[in-house]
């Protein structure tokens, strides 16, 4: 799945990153839609991981959810 699929797909997917990041806001969530580089800024503001962290964490978590 691209990420502009994942961004189609977002309101199905949002509850699978709640899952994984409960510290971001629904305001979070709502702005992001499903972008990577938004989710990415939103991991590292939120969650207080570097940059590749935070990359790292949502690329995980996009191929596991991909499989749905």
Known sequence: MKNDTMEGKWKQFK????????????????QAQGDREKMIGKIQERHGRSREDAEREYDDWYSR????
């Open 65 to 68: 959810i991909e499989q749905y």
């Open 15 to 30: 509850g699978e990153a709640k899952k994984q990041w409960g510290n971001l806001t629904d305001d979070d969530y709502d």
